[in-house]
C-alpha cells in the first residue's frame, strides 16, 4: 500500500512541475530556447526516475524496503508515464506555438 501512495505522489509532483513547465515554455518567444529547454525536461525527467531508482538501492541497503516489483517494474511505469506525460506537453506546446504564429 506504501508503494502505491509513493507513485502516485510521484505521478502528482511530476504534472505539477510539467505545469509549470508548460507555462514557461509559452512564455517564451525564441524558438531555439524553447526546444533546448524541451530537451532539458526530457533530460531532466529521465535522470529524476534514475534518482528513484538510486534512493530505493540507497534504502534497501539501509534496511528499508519497498516491494515495486521484480526489477522495479511499477517505477518503470511510471517512469514510462511521465515521459509520455513529457512528449505530450512537448508536443501541445510546439502546437500552440505553431497556431499562436499563424
Known amino acids: 500500500m506504501k508503494e502505491a501512495i509513493i507513485l502516485i ?3 502528482m509532483v511530476y504534472l505539477f ?10 512564455r ?4 531555439y530556447f524553447v526546444l533546448l529547454i524541451l530537451a532539458i525536461y526530457i533530460f531532466l ?7 528513484f ?3 530505493h538501492n540507497y534504502l534497501r541497503v539501509k534496511g528499508i524496503y519497498f516491494e515495486f ?4 517494474s511499477s ?3 511510471v517512469a514510462f508515464a511521465c515521459l509520455f506525460i513529457s512528449i505530450a506537453n512537448i508536443i501541445w506546446i510546439i502546437l500552440k506555438k505553431l497556431n499562436s504564429k499563424k
Open 53 to 55: 531508482n538510486t534512493f
Open 45 to 51: 525527467t529521465f535522470y529524476l526516475f534514475e534518482f
Open 69 to 72: 516489483g521484480h526489477a522495479n
Open 28 to 31: 517564451i518567444n525564441q524558438w
Open 75 to 77: 517505477l518503470v511505469e
Open 17 to 26: 512541475f510539467s505545469y509549470f513547465f508548460h507555462k514557461l515554455s509559452l
Open 9 to 11: 505522489i510521484i505521478i
